[in-house]
């Protein structure tokens, strides 16, 4: 008798603990279906913001393509960021896939694209935003989290505050890519979290909002 | 990925489910037993109070005992565990049986003292500050027409709570009166509580009477009457109120004092299980380890996230407001707006404390009224067991450093 009840409520835990695991490996599945879909999506909305730069800098070089091209890559880059924040999120999260490293190699290098297409429309415009490379660890825990989301924080209220004069693009210096490995061997960075100001000024540890506006003049 | 803190989660998440899955399934089994017993066995009963310093109580217990309704009470017998206050004279006043002794220590000492006085074919212990209700002895003396059973068990409440560690406790009780009552379908109840058990006084002789060396002779004399093939009961209708510790301090004396029983007993059997056959003790005993090392193990991994979390809460939060940015982590947002298997495996265990917690109440003819009973049932499952094992910690610390007293 005791040695049936105990199977009995063996049982039904395995079930539950297993219906468990799959519900949770299902919904890290969809939030990583979503993902990619979403990184496709950006993708193609990259590759047609960058066509249409090139398109312009062909044929249309006036002052319109000029304010076109740059309004073009302000709502991309506004769109990618915001899908980073859904991006960190996620991979928060998830548990049981690994899968996301990879998109979010994608990710950074859709925004590294971004941002060498906005400093060279902005030689080419002479427009007068800036930008911000921040650059964070994929693997920091802990009170490193902390100090990122702390600066991330700080950013975010920068790019309200700035009124659209500021753009940022969060890079991961430890994932495993070649092209960011150029930054950081160009302009010195070695520890996060850091953030570059138009490709001028590096600023090492937690920066606070009046550093930035003071340095960006905004 | 998973981290270890993850998978040591997924374990503990896994134990506890099977636990609360188990419960579940002994209350379906319960359910389908019918437990009216006929009252037609009557065999003679000795009470037996030992008391210490208990001037206070004593006359009340003495009355609740003689206002039993039972027709073959052979004797009621005081034992005066060397007070220095009127116990004595109180009892003998109130025209019981009084043996005297010099104080020991634990209550193993007056219980075996009186043994070789016991007439009755059934030894009742009562402790000097609990009043079992008028028809709890003879529901509870129905369980013994069964040969093997050693122990009867009864239902054990909380007298007048009044103080939040005192509602805490009535809680506690409550649960507790019900788990034994499932645990009897294991054959694995491993305790006599104190304030109202029943032994067949023959059965209790011979195999030596309580354990001296034993600072829970309760939880002892529970695990032998198993390790030797008897049976012990649970009474749910036999009903018992008693005297708790009124303030925090006394709290924790007590249950540090319970868990280095509990400890000491596990130590004296463990290893007798290893080298015996198949024993009734066994899931008692396992049920027993495995909750305390269980406790140990949540508790430290309890701690870790606590520390963690607040440092990074405290590191945000202040660096946050002087830098006049949001002063709440999105970090923190992103795991409270998001679920994934932690927090839903987490919510799952919560509702089935909450289950036990009212089917607890229900089955023992309980009620949670209002607001006030609501908040202590929070403070309960929130705070209250996360205590036990920071206590079992403290035990084992004061077993290993030898610095024992009841």
Redesign the interface.
């Known amino acids: 008798?005791?040695n049936y009840?105990?199977l009995?409520?063996?049982v039904?835990?395995v079930i539950?603990?297993s219906v468990?695991?799959f519900?949770?490996?299902w919904?890290?599945g969809q939030r990583y279906e979503e993902i990619k879909n979403e990184i496709t999506s950006l993708n193609i909305d990259w590759n047609d913001a960058r066509l249409q730069s090139l398109y312009y800098q062909t044929f249309l070089e006036d002052d319109d393509s000029c304010s076109s091209a740059l309004e073009v890559n302000k709502k991309l880059t506004e769109k990618i960021f915001s899908f980073g924040?859904r991006l960190?999120?996620?991979e928060?999260?998830?548990?049981?896939s690994?899968e996301v490293l990879e998109q979010k190699k994608v990710y950074t290098l859709l925004h590294f694209q971004l941002w060498l297409n906005s400093i060279s429309l902005k030689k080419k415009c002479n427009a007068d935003y800036n930008t911000i490379i921040y650059f964070y660890s994929h693997y920091a825990t802990?009170?490193e989290?902390?100090?990122q989301?702390?600066q991330?924080?700080?950013l975010?209220?920068a790019i309200h505050r700035c009124d659209g004069n500021l753009i940022v693009f969060p890079i991961p210096l430890d994932m495993d890519i070649q092209s960011i490995d150029l930054i950081k061997a160009q302009f010195g960075i070695k520890s996060t979290p850091t953030i570059l100001i138009n490709e001028q000024t590096v600023l090492e540890g937690?920066q606070?909002?009046e550093t930035i506006k003071q340095i960006i003049g905004c | 990925m998973l981290g270890i803190i993850d998978i040591m989660f997924l374990v503990f998440v896994f134990v506890t489910m099977f636990f609360s899955f188990l419960f579940l399934v002994l209350y379906l089994e319960h359910r389908k037993r019918d437990e009216k017993i006929k009252e037609d066995f009557f065999p003679t009963v000795s009470v037996v109070i030992p008391a210490f310093n208990e001037e206070k109580t004593i006359l009340s217990t003495i009355n609740a005992i003689k206002n039993l309704n039972y027709p073959n009470l052979s004797e009621i017998i005081v034992v005066d565990d060397g007070s220095s206050d009127k116990t004595r004279e109180l009892a003998e006043s109130a025209g019981v049986k009084v043996l005297t002794k010099e104080n020991q220590g634990q209550k193993s000492f007056p219980l075996n003292f009186a043994l070789p006085h016991v007439k009755g074919k059934i030894m009742a212990c009562v402790d000097a500050d609990s009043y079992p209700e008028p028809n709890s002895l003879r529901k509870a003396v129905q369980f013994f027409k069964d040969e093997k059973v050693a122990s009867v068990t009864t239902s054990v409440y909380v007298r007048n709570a009044k103080t939040i560690i005192e509602r805490l406790q009535s809680i506690e009780y409550v649960l507790i009166v019900w788990a034994r009552k499932l645990l009897e379908l294991l054959d694995s109840i491993y305790v006599t509580p104190g304030a109202l058990s029943l032994y067949r006084t023959d059965i209790l002789r011979k195999i030596g009477g309580f354990d001296d060396n034993n600072i829970t002779e309760d939880i002892e004399i529970a695990w032998r009457f198993l390790y030797n093939g008897y049976k012990i009961k649970m009474s749910l209708d036999s009903e018992v109120c008693t005297g708790i510790p009124p303030s925090f301090k006394d709290w924790g004396q007590q249950r540090v004092r319970w868990a280095i029983g509990g400890i000491q007993t596990t130590l004296k059997y463990i290893p007798k299980l290893f080298k015996s056959k198949e024993s009734t003790l066994t899931f008692a005993a396992s049920f027993f380890v495995l909750s305390y090392s269980f406790s140990i193990v949540g508790f430290f991994i309890f701690i870790y996230i606590i520390y963690q979390k607040i440092s990074e809460f405290l590191y945000y939060f202040i660096n946050a407001y002087m830098m006049g940015t949001g002063v709440i982590s999105r970090n923190a947002l992103n795991v409270i707006t998001v679920p994934n298997i932690f927090a839903t495996f987490g919510l799952v265990i919560l509702i089935l404390a909450i289950v036990w917690v009212a089917i607890s109440y229900r089955r023992t003819g309980r009620n949670l009224r209002g607001i006030g009973d609501l908040f202590d049932l929070i403070l309960y499952l929130s705070l209250y067991i996360t205590l036990f094992p920071a206590i079992l910690i403290y035990a084992t610390t004061l077993l290993l450093m030898n610095k024992i007293k009841w």
Do not use: H, P, W
Request: proline share 0%.
């Open positions: 008798m005791r009840l105990l009995k409520a063996a039904i835990t539950i603990f468990g695991m519900l949770g490996m919904m890290d924040e960190e999120k996620y928060r999260i998830n548990r049981f690994e802990g009170i989290e902390e100090q989301d702390l991330s924080s700080v975010i209220d937690v606070d909002t």
